[in-house]
């Protein structure tokens, strides 16, 4: 595939940050983007909704739905893919993009903050392939990409926060698992992870511990997905990508325009 037109992506979590720019990215291509997304009110915090997004893919050239669905509901998320189907339909692309983070010891993780995390990030990413996976199955180039890190047993991914990793691993090993299953039937189903600290409003939202001049935008990862997404399914699928190395692998090599201030060191993402 030379680009992303007229396929249609179910991306989880696009009202805002790394979702929005792979949808943006896709839109440019005259792509279909359906942002399944809780934001349908601007947030204090965190700008953004999916009438937002919507507009912006839209002016790219890209047609969008903007749907509020909360993946942790499973009937939500089978309602929003069948829109989604009557609209478009069918469904090429599902990205599990949506996420909930808590970087806190033990001690100072409340089981809700705990099942939050669980809930979107593992269970999430499962319902939503597998409400997208009758349609993806149909599609010419199916891909299923979850934005999560690579698989490594090391303790001190888990020491300082083993409830977040635990659910980060989650949706790695819905990945490794999906791959093996649905490879011969043609589906791609890859995990992304940047090399780098990401600066989006979520994360300026935890608090100052992350300086944005140390960080890259959200656009090396929209690109990352993009080889991956116009790559033959058939032949691409099981892999833990790193954006650097995708990018890499494509021919691109000089990165300095992704970094917020270009010439500052850059700070390692978490699991890397």
């Not at 989880?12 to 359906?34: F, Q």
């Not at 090399?195 to 992350?210: F, M, N």
């Not at 960080?215 to 116009?230: F, G, H, K, M, N």
Request: with cysteine; proline share 6%.
């Amino acid at each position: 595939m030379s680009n992303l037109k007229g396929k249609t992506l179910f991306i989880s979590g696009a009202s805002r940050g790394i979702g929005l720019a792979i949808a943006k990215k896709a839109a440019a291509d005259g792509a279909n983007i359906v942002i399944a997304a809780k934001s349908a009110e601007e947030h204090p915090k965190l700008p953004g909704t999916i009438f937002s997004a919507a507009k912006e893919i839209e002016a790219l050239g890209g047609k969008a739905l903007p749907l509020q669905v909360d993946i942790r509901d499973e009937e939500q998320v089978a309602q929003a893919v069948e829109k989604a189907v009557e609209m478009f339909g069918g469904i090429d692309i599902c990205i599990n993009n949506a996420s909930a983070i808590s970087l806190s010891k033990t001690l100072d993780t409340p089981m809700k903050r705990f099942d939050l995390m669980h809930q979107v990030n593992t269970r999430g990413t499962f319902v939503v392939s597998q409400a997208c996976l009758p349609y993806l199955l149909k599609s010419e180039n199916p891909h299923i990409l979850n934005l999560s890190p690579p698989l490594n047993m090391d303790p001190k991914w888990f020491k300082n926060h083993t409830a977040y990793t635990i659910a980060k691993y989650g949706m790695s090993m819905c990945m490794l698992g999906m791959s093996a299953e649905l490879k011969k039937q043609g589906v791609g189903v890859n995990a992304l992870w940047p090399k780098t600290v990401i600066y989006t409003a979520a994360l300026a939202a935890i608090g100052p511990q992350v300086q944005g001049d140390n960080c890259r935008t959200p656009e090396i990862v929209a690109d990352s997905a993009y080889e991956i997404l116009t790559r033959d399914a058939k032949g691409c699928t099981g892999n833990f990508f790193i954006d650097e190395e995708v990018l890499a692998e494509a021919g691109i090599t000089d990165l300095d325009h992704y970094a917020v201030t270009p010439g500052k060191p850059l700070l390692p993402d978490l699991f890397l």
